[in-house]
């Protein structure tokens, strides 16, 4: 089997350079490439920069925005890109970035007041996609802390609550995680947890496992949802992870998706939590359901963020990949191939610039994030694979960027709740007839 791009000897004129600039407004500047093809002496082609943002959707931003959105660009690009494919094969955290991330001050995007950053959901949804398109990983590990956890206590918890734990996650003083997803319950668990929250005066017991959760390694304090035995209604609780008696919690290992988050399985074991550290509008899964329609929004974002990353590596590779003397650029199937990419990237871009704007207009309903979610997660498993046909043998490995975002492309598929799922909800929506069991 012939590959188009396996030995060192391959005509690739150098390594994978930095990414151009989807922003075209006056005064950004466009990095061009160049090539100079085999038998030709003259003066090098300048090419158009990969630019995965065709129809200029960034000019919707207002002013401010856009500025933060290049401050979050610039910071992916200088301090990211550079070192993430290591961290991604150690299978580790880099938490040496965590201190210009906090200087970028995008805890709490797209929340008003407590100290949050603020802004608009389109805000919230451009800042999750710049941070896929360089590394998904990273963008999960945001989008737990800030979508998950803030979010959790933001709809859910008291006035007193969000005073007291707010202002320092959005500081990133203390990160968060958010506990649902269970061993055996994952789609199930509207009804179906089986973590335990008994109460004793002003006290909760908790008992279960938690598993999948993104942050809790190492994070400094845990949502956690579970089944009150007392009315069978499913609650949140905020647990303070390093101080609370009955919490542990073990890295999973040898994951092939997401490998720079890191994900836990925790153990719940007569963990007592004061009731002051329960949420207190959180009282049913109802409650649970506004937080995950925002980080499912979140998740269209990503899925959109994670196909511009790989639209983006391709074109770059096929503008200096040399195959019979010219770069493969040139050639009808691959350009068949960039333009199938670059569709399914501006169709999910579209979505979700019009599903957040039904965000701010308060018109998102949990049909609409779902509908979102599954779209865009499709076209985004597509387009990566895709990616990855074009770069040939040099598509499996890390070097070249495409191999991870095909890999963190499954997480995304399947997180915040599956193809399926999504379907079924948009189903009920517009049959009026539920198929769940």
């Known amino acids: 089997m012939i590959y188009h791009g396996a030995r060192a000897s391959d ?20 990095p061009t490439a160049t090539v100079t093809p085999r038998k030709e002496s003259a003066q090098p082609k300048a090419l158009p920069a990969p630019n995965s943002d065709f129809y200029q959707l960034a000019e919707t931003l207002d002013p401010e925005e856009l500025a933060l959105v290049k401050q979050v660009r610039a910071f992916l690009e200088a301090k990211v890109a ?89 500081r990133m003083e203390q990160i968060g995680c958010f506990g649902l997803t269970e061993p055996l319950v994952g789609s199930g668990s509207g009804g179906g947890l089986t973590t335990t929250a008994k109460r004793e005066g002003d006290t909760w017991i908790l008992n279960g496992q938690k598993k999948w959760i993104g942050n809790s390694p190492w994070c400094d304090l845990s949502v956690i949802w579970a089944r009150d035995l007392g009315d069978n209604q499913v609650k949140g609780f905020i647990v303070e992870n390093k ?27 007569d963990c007592r939590v004061p009731e002051a550290n329960r ?47 010219k770069p493969i650029a040139s050639f009808q199937m691959m350009q068949d191939l960039l333009a199938k990419m670059l569709a399914n990237v501006t169709a999910c871009q579209c979505l979700m610039l019009r599903l957040a704007q039904m965000a701010d207009e308060d018109k998102q309903q949990d049909h609409h994030a779902s509908l979102a979610k599954a779209f865009t997660t499709s076209r985004m498993r597509e387009t990566v694979g895709w990616a990855r046909e074009l770069l040939g043998a040099n598509g499996i490995l890390l070097d070249y960027n495409v191999a991870r975002f095909m890999a963190d492309s499954e997480a995304l598929y399947s997180y915040e709740g599956t193809l399926q799922m999504q379907n079924l909800i948009v189903g009920k929506a517009v049959t009026g007839f539920s198929a769940f069991v």
């Open 11 to 30: 005509n690739v004129t150098s390594a994978p350079r930095r990414l151009g600039c989807c922003f075209t407004k006056e005064g950004t500047e466009m």
């Open 82 to 170: 550079p070192i993430i494919n290591k961290y991604w094969a150690e299978d580790a955290f880099p938490f040496e970035l965590l201190p210009a991330l906090k200087e970028l001050n995008i805890g709490g995007v797209g929340l008003t007041g407590y100290g949050c950053r603020g802004g608009s959901a389109k805000l919230f949804g451009y800042v999750a996609m710049e941070l896929a398109r360089v590394d998904p990983s990273f963008c999960t590990f945001w989008g737990v802390h800030n979508g998950l956890a803030m979010g959790s206590i933001y709809f859910d918890g008291s006035e007193e609550q969000k005073q007291k734990w707010l202002p320092p996650m959005a």
């Open 243 to 269: 101080t609370t008696p009955g919490f542990s919690v073990e890295k999973m290992e040898h994951k092939v998706a997401l490998r720079v988050v890191q994900n836990g399985l925790i153990t719940l074991t």
């Open 279 to 325: 949420l207190q509008a959180g009282n049913s899964f109802r409650d649970t359901a506004r937080v995950l329609r925002m980080t499912r929004y979140m998740v269209g974002w990503a899925a959109t963020g994670c196909q511009m990353g790989a639209y983006e590596n391709a074109l770059s590779y096929a503008q200096r990949r040399l195959q019979f003397g």
